[in-house]
Antibody
Framework: EVQLVQSGAEVKKPGESLKISCKGSGYSFTSYWIGWVRQMPGKGLEWMGIIYPGDSDTRYSPSFQGQVTISADKSISTAYLQWSSLKASDTAMYYC??????????????WGQGTLVTVSS | QPVLTQSSSASASLGSSVKLTCTLSSGHSSYIIAWHQQQPGKAPRYLMKLEGSGSYNKGSGVPDRFSGSSSGADRYLTISNLQSEDEADYYCETWDSNTRVFGGGTKLTVL
């Protein structure tokens, strides 16, 4: 069974750094793209970016390019989303998600449970 | 890049049917989309992939009450015999080689 298990909720102050994680299991981690999606409070889904762990090919939404860094550690089947300096506007739920077909950067079929990030002074 | 347009809300009575629409922007009418359901307080759940021909493939465990169809740039999600648990936000998604977009979502209320 494919599972994407995300790290727990975080409460941070503006200016702090943060790295959240998404661990994949039940499939070949290096063979599937894995992406990140933001959902601000009461709002819709926004695609942030996606990485192919097999070769670290990474694509970003123009809206998030330079604002976050997406990475992956093949040895522990885990993808990451990180910020170097958080802002209050980064407060949101963040989901990782994976397409259904190996090697194909297409629609998401599997979703993580979400990680709530709260940034407040 | 493609843009997806959805109505912000819809409502229908328990046991009835509802048809939600996702419209692709000009020049992208042939694109495949996916539908996702997000129940209150939960993560999104993949429902189906839907092609411009109207052919669709549902995810594991998605009830038979959910079906898809297409007409031109419009992609539809039909839910029949509405149940209380169908009250949720519904999002469409599409992609190309370097981008991915979601529609704004439709909030479905079951009366």
């Amino acid at each position: 069974e494919v599972q994407l298990v995300q790290s727990g909720a975080e409460v941070k102050k503006p200016g702090e750094s943060l790295k959240i994680s998404c661990k994949g299991s039940g499939y070949s981690f290096t063979s599937y793209w894995i992406g990140w999606v933001r959902q601000m409070p009461g709002k819709g889904l926004e695609w942030m970016g996606i990485i192919y762990p097999g070769d670290s090919d990474t694509r970003y939404s123009p809206s998030f390019q330079g604002q976050v860094t997406i990475s992956a550690d093949k040895s522990i089947s885990t993808a990451y989303l990180q910020w170097s300096s958080l802002k209050a506007s980064d407060t949101a739920m963040y989901y990782c998600a994976r397409p259904g077909v190996a090697g194909r950067n297409e629609y998401f079929q599997h979703w993580g449970q979400g990680t709530l990030v709260t940034v407040s002074s | 890049q493609p843009v997806l347009t959805q109505s912000s809300s819809a409502s229908a009575s328990l046991g009835s049917s509802v048809k939600l629409t996702c419209t692709l922007s000009s020049g992208h009418s042939s694109y495949i989309i996916a539908w996702h359901q997000q129940q209150p307080g939960k993560a999104p759940r993949y429902l189906m992939k839907l092609e411009g021909s109207g052919s669709y493939n549902k995810g594991s465990g998605v009830p038979d009450r959910f079906s898809g169809s297409s007409s031109g740039a419009d992609r539809y999600l039909t839910i029949s015999n509405l149940q209380s648990e169908d009250e949720a936000d519904y999002y469409c998604e599409t992609w190309d080689s370097n981008t991915r977009v979601f529609g704004g979502g439709t909030k479905l209320t079951v009366l």
